[in-house]
């Protein structure tokens, strides 16, 4: 266990519709990725925030977009789903603000079908 | 941009065996670089990671892998493999931004090795 939580394990919509996925980084850590997990892309990485701000940005699409609140808990929103965003989505956390030589503790993911 | 590439996408070797899995990177610069492991039906976890130092790094569970900058490759490497270390093994790397104190964006990950141990 990593102590990274993300819910639900398992979601299942339809074209056009919107989702939320929720991420809870381990105790104390400050910062959440977001990465998505395809056949056909492999892992990719969506957005970092850090404490409440994003911090950087890699393959996200405008339909795509998340926050992080308060209590560092992190929500990535997906909207007007499409069959090619059926993937695993996980976050992971590191303690600081993104240095490069962090080792990023990753959540159990979240799968998404669309149908 | 930095890119990785894992040249055997399913392994497969019997107990006992040995293992290497090849990583290669494409950048210019300076890189750090990681391989996470993802056991059946768990989370990414690390195994070892690389940023300076000695090019030869210990991880958990005796695995190891060596930079080669001429190479531009990260190999992991097992002497003997077990049962247990059935599961899928991705390489990631990053660049540390001088701009921006040694941060870095997220991790980019390979497309992964899918190792299978037959008892």
């Known amino acids: 266990d990593s102590g990274v939580t993300q819910t639900p394990k398992h979601l299942i919509t339809a074209t056009g519709q919107r989702v939320t996925l929720r991420c809870s980084p381990r105790s104390g850590d400050l910062s959440v990725y977001w990465y998505q997990q395809s056949l056909d892309q492999g892992l990719q990485f969506l957005i970092q925030?850090?404490?409440?701000?994003?911090?950087a940005k890699g393959n996200i699409l405008e339909r795509f977009s998340a926050q992080q609140f308060p209590d560092l808990h992190s929500e990535l929103n997906l909207s007007s789903l499409e069959l090619g965003d059926s993937a695993l989505y996980f976050c992971?956390?590191?303690?600081?603000?993104?240095?490069?030589?962090?080792?990023?503790?990753f959540g159990p993911g979240t799968r998404l079908t669309v149908l | 941009a930095q890119s990785v590439s894992q040249h055997n996408h399913h392994v497969i070797l019997s107990e006992a065996a040995s293992l290497e899995l090849g990583c290669n990177y494409s950048?210019?610069?300076?890189?750090?670089l990681f391989w996470y492991v993802q056991y059946p039906g768990q989370h990414l976890q690390l195994l070892l990671k690389y940023f300076s130092g000695d090019p030869l790094v210990k991880g958990i569970k005796g695995f190891e892998a060596e930079f080669i900058k001429s190479k531009f490759s990260f190999n992991l490497r097992k002497p003997s493999v077990q049962w247990s270390d059935t599961a899928e093994y991705f390489c990631a790397v990053n660049v540390a931004f001088i701009s921006s104190g040694g941060g870095a964006d997220g991790l980019t990950f390979g497309k992964g090795t899918h190792l299978i141990i037959q008892p």
């Open positions: 950048y210019g610069g300076t890189v750090n």
């Open positions: 992971a956390s590191t303690p600081g603000w993104g240095y490069s030589t962090d080792t990023q503790y």
């Open positions: 925030y850090y404490n409440g701000e994003e911090r």
